[in-house]
């Protein structure tokens, strides 16, 4: 695991809080003090460009934001749907005869509304006037204490690992599952607690002798252990009492002789920020849980935390983008979502097989709700149930 293949492209070692404070005494020097003050940023910019205060006074005067409008520009969005006549532009003529098509077409406006909708984005949107049709969890917005240059925010992403042959010399082809933004000032587990996995939704057991059961606990109540393996440190979740050190199986077959590997060492989750992280942008790394359920950690981006960005520390670490998937539909009706999978069915066209829960009883039992024929069943969640 030390001696990883270094992927093309990804960057030497970043110290995340080494790059938080240069950035903060170097790049940012006035947000010591009094970040605020208009004065002190002056006085530093004169200092790093070596001009008078009265140069820099003039820069803002003429190349301020005020000056990057003409003076009779309309506040919203009204200028994208009017259209000069003395214009001669091709992208000006087709902008104007799609929104006349949209204007004059009620159907062609809903077929554009539909493909315009971001599927794969899951925003928290507070609409107080529809909270009681819209099942949000919507939170008042506070003032951050994550001012500017006081925080590094780090963009990462979840991917899924799949092989596309049967070749064991395949390469296996990274699938981007989720993406999120953190801060440097969270712990790894605020982190971990924001991944979602179709696994941790299983309940193992069989269940044909008596499908009504409803006893079973989810995986990720019973298997609570994990860790993030990151150049070379095992980042282990060992909040619970009962938790496991995924990582010590590993870490002995690292420390043979053979392997060339040497130690490794190994961290509380908990007790680690994200500001004390060694990591390389565009190196993979790995999230296991569930004992073997391996996920592909990508950091993306570094960068200073600012205005623009969300100020309530309670959004983080925040979801920004999601994949889809197709449902999972039963094999016999095809029409409802998988609710079982079945081993050794008779009346499955596969084996394994998914079954709706309506198709699955009316099969495997008689009127009674006794068992038909020699067949295991589990309870099954297919991805698109993760919300």
């Not at 007790?271 to 990508?298: S, T, W």
Request: charged letters at 30%; glycine letters at 4%.
């Amino acid at each position: 695991m030390e001696s990883m293949r270094l992927l093309k492209g990804a960057t030497d070692v970043i110290d995340v809080r080494e790059f938080y404070e240069k950035w903060d005494s170097s790049v940012m020097p006035y947000l010591g003090v009094d970040q605020t003050s208009q004065d002190a940023e002056r006085d530093a910019i004169a200092k790093d460009m070596d001009v008078s205060i009265d140069t820099v006074m003039e820069l803002n005067s003429v190349c301020g934001v005020e000056t990057l409008k003409n003076g009779d520009e309309p506040p919203d969005m009204t200028l994208l749907k009017s259209f000069p006549d003395d214009v001669d532009l091709m992208a000006v003529k087709m902008q104007k005869h799609e929104m006349m098509k949209r204007n004059t077409s009620t159907q062609y406006k809903q077929f554009i509304n539909k493909k315009m909708k971001y599927k794969t984005v899951q925003e928290k949107i507070c609409n107080f006037s529809n909270l009681q049709n819209a099942n949000l969890e919507c939170k008042p917005s506070v003032p951050s204490e994550n001012q500017v240059g006081h925080d590094v925010l780090i963009e990462l992403s979840i991917h899924t690992a799949t092989c596309m042959g049967a070749s064991q010399n395949t390469q296996p082809k990274l699938g981007l599952d989720q993406r999120f933004q953190v801060l440097g000032s969270q712990h790894l587990t605020e982190l971990r607690d924001k991944i979602s996995c179709v696994n941790d939704l299983a309940i193992s057991g069989d269940f044909s002798e008596n499908p009504d059961d409803n006893s079973g606990f989810y995986a990720k109540d019973v298997y609570k252990s994990g860790f993030f393996y990151i150049e070379g440190v095992f980042y282990n979740d060992l909040r619970e009492v009962d938790s496991r050190d995924y990582s010590s199986i590993i870490r002995r077959w690292a420390t043979a002789e053979d392997r060339g590997i040497g130690p490794m060492t190994t961290k509380n989750m908990h007790n680690a920020i994200f500001l004390d992280l060694k990591v390389r942008l565009g190196q993979p790394y790995l999230y296991l849980h569930q004992g073997n359920c391996e996920h592909i950690l990508i950091f993306n981006d570094i960068r200073l935390f600012h205005n623009d960005d969300i100020q309530d520390r309670r959004e983080y670490p925040r979801l920004t983008f999601k994949r889809t998937y197709k449902r999972s539909i039963c094999r016999v009706c095809e029409i409802h979502s998988s609710r079982w999978l079945t081993y050794g069915s008779e009346h499955a066209p596969d084996d394994p097989s998914f079954f709706c829960d309506q198709c699955f009883r009316t099969l495997h039992y008689d009127k009674d709700g006794k068992k038909l024929g020699n067949f295991k069943a589990c309870k099954y969640f297919d991805k698109q149930a993760v919300l």
